[in-house]
């Protein structure tokens, strides 16, 4: 690694990037928890679950829809989808210029309400941009390929309830301290969204055994072990186990605030030395991934830092969304440069492998992340215009 630890990092990114800043190491931190973000994102859209995305949605309660909560990722059905052709001197590709567009194909957007998006402006690129919005679903929009003068753009309705929902939570801490009370806070915030989203709710059994139930829609229930009634759930056809059920994803970064040792070195993932608030969010959510020290370090200083040649385009507009004198932040998980979002999805393709390896599997404990991507893969391609009839 690079760097000794994140925290090294994150004095070098407050000293090199940030030191214009009133507070260096906080702004560093915030840029941080920014790359932890868009590091998932793109992990995301490699694993070929684009068109699934949404970002930042209110995501109801389950039994309990007038209380919602924002979530960093969704992944939801896919109703419908189409494709435009726009012609690259339209000075901003705004969401009014592709519903013009889409009508004179014959795609009905009747109910929908337009959103004042745009899904590409001064080379800034909006991901996972919406459209339009219905009683039911999203319609969103991104760029399929660039071709000469020519973008090609896909337009796709994604229905409203979202099959899957990743989180990401990374906390610094005050210099010479191991952790702070915001971490706790953290955990407790993810650990009540992670509950509180799914049909799939946990119970413990008195001897501590975590168990699982699932209500029908007739008031009868299921309840097994937790992560065998998951997978049944998964990998059924039933509607009546699948039309609430959401798989609950957490990523969490920089080991210090979360493990309480390491191995020779090595991050001990072994559960009598996770920190209270790991184990919290462990038995919350679903899956807990762990963004290692190796895995962000290795993405700022390859990327970011010290790139090569072809990628120094990155390192640019990284520094110039947090330079003294920025106009607009165009590396963010939202808002992104074009030919970085092109540099990053060839990096992340090329190299997957690797950014993978920069993932630890906290929970389930007896599952990789190969079984995540199977799972996500399953829910994508079940039939949801059937089972959320």
Known sequence: ?????????????????????????K?????????????????????????????????????????????????????RSSFLTIDKSVKSITSNVILKALTETGFDIAGFERKNNQLLSNNILRNACTIATSENSFLLSSIKSDIGDKLELHIYEQNKKPYAIFECKRVGVEEGM??????????KQGAYVARTASSLQKIRSESGEMQGIIYKSNG??????????????????????????????????????WIKKTLNGVLNFSEENFQKELMVLAQSYDWLLFLTDNGL?????????????ELRFLR?????????????????????????????????????????????VVSPTQKKLTDLKRELDELKNKNWQEILL
Do not use: C
């Open 297 to 309: 370090s290795d993405f700022i200083d390859k990327l970011l830092l010290h790139p090569i040649s």
């Open 220 to 257: 009868s229930y299921i309840i097994k072990p937790y992560t065998n009634l998951m997978d049944e759930i998964i990998f059924s056809s039933d509607k009546e186990l699948l039309r609430k059920f959401i798989l609950t994803v957490g990523v969490v970064s920089n080991h210090g605030n």
């Open 178 to 187: 191991t952790k702070g009370p915001q971490t706790i806070e953290k955990a």
């Open 316 to 360: 640019d507009t990284f520094l110039s969304s947090y330079a003294e004198d920025k106009k607009k932040n165009q590396f963010t998980k939202v808002q992104m440069n074009i030919e970085a979002d092109r540099i990053l999805l060839k990096y992340f393709s090329e190299n997957l492998s690797t950014v993978e390896s920069w993932f630890n």
């Open 1 to 25: 690694m690079a760097y000794e630890s994140v925290d090294k990092l994150q004095k070098v990114l407050a000293d090199e990037v940030f030191n214009h800043t009133k507070d260096p190491k």
């Open 27 to 79: 702004a560093s931190g915030r840029a941080l928890g920014t790359l932890v973000e868009i590091i998932t994102y793109y992990l995301l859209k490699t694993w070929r679950l684009n068109n699934s995305i949404s970002i930042e949605r209110g995501l109801a309660e389950y039994g309990n829809p007038n209380i919602t909560h924002n979530v960093e990722y969704s992944l939801h059905p896919i109703v």
